[in-house]
């Protein structure tokens, strides 16, 4: 019994899986916060290139990954599917356990998936420069390696207090050739606005969105090379291009004749669950037997307990409405940290499947999250991110459950990434300073009260 399942370079996927072809339900449509008309592809000309905005709408269930784009995912892919041998033993329990690597590429999680086509698009289309937003960096990082690939500049509004406090990424991206400031910053208005009022912001996600933004739409008016903004997780598009991993894992488990249980992703805009899941879910539409889980953390509970709702995506309220699971946009999570799942929303695709009964969704615990990737990196030996720690999480419960019904279970995981440059993360876990925290139940409906008059999606 291997434990990695390689695939060779030729087994590469040469087509992304888009999940809109074979969805019980459709989609709602994206509304025009105004007019609370849904959304046309020119709305979204101004901020994205019209071949992403046309992947974005598309409802072919197969689309074509272009060879300039294979090549460069060439450069880390086909990713290993690992069988957790030593895990296993550990456990003593009925399960096997595969989990696909994605922290080998060179940004070390499934993030550069998407940052090579959308670079790649951008490019094509006559785009010069990426604005984009990061949080701990995770997404910056792979845009600004992939722009370096492409030839293209990169300019990442990265959330003040990560800036300050996780330098690593943030040189990472130097090293890539991205230029790197801090948000809120005074070189957008939405910045200058939130530092009039408070001008030791710590900053937030949803602000380094809007500033993205406003440099993206502002940029030919203002004299810049012609520039575009780019999105780490949520939209169709993204997870779309994330599918690679799931039919990788599926060419790989054939090779070794298993089909998975159970399928299990982190899930903080959706997009890593979503690449892992959709080919599965593809199946189970189609009558195969397989439980799905999206694991989200108890702190900032969006599939848990965020009604289904149109919400905007950002703080500022400059994006579309988009039907989804949300906690409200002015929901400012715990700072846990797993911070690529602090986020107020879930990818509309990800929300409607959950609606259909097709993905469960599961809220853990942060103290068992690190315990779990203690447990994994003293068995396994790789150090996960502290957002990968949650489906590690599950995966341990699913384990425990099995030895207790009996039942002999086949669990895939996806490790969207690994932690060496989160070992502060690691560092406050074995100091004991982090804590578990759950979101009271007046929070969250307070900060539902902000999309009182909003249109409400069908159920
Ligand atoms: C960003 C990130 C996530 C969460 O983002 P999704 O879009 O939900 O996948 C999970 N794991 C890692 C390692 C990340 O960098």
New binding site residues.
Partial sequence: MPVKIFLNEDEIPREWYNIAADMPTPMQPPLHPGTHQPVGPEDLAPVFPMNLIEQEVSTERWIKIPDQVLDKLLLWRPTPLYRAVNLEKFLNCPVKIYYKN??VSPA????PNTAIPQAYYNKVFGVKRIATETGAG??GSALSFACSQFGLEAKVYMVRISYEQKPYRRLMMNTWGATCVPSPSTETEAGRKVLALDPNSPGSLGIAISEAVEDAVTSEAQGRPLTRYAL???LNH?LLH?TIIGLEAQKQLAQVGDYPDIVI?????????A?ISFPFVRDKIAGKQVQIIAVEPMSCPTMTRGPFLYDFGDTMQMTPLLPMHTLGHAFIPAPVH?G??R?HGM?PLVSQLILDGLVEPRAVYQLDTFKAGVTWARTEGFIS?P??NHALAAVFQEAKKAKEEGKEKVILVNW??HGLVDLAAYDAFFQGKLVDYEMPQDEIELALKALEGFPKPNF
């Fill in positions: 994605e922290g070390g999680s499934h993030k995770q997404w780490g997780s949520v993204v994330q992703g982190c899930a903080g805009g959706g997009s890593n669950f690449g797993a690529g799942l986020y990818a991110a957002e990968t969207s990434g």
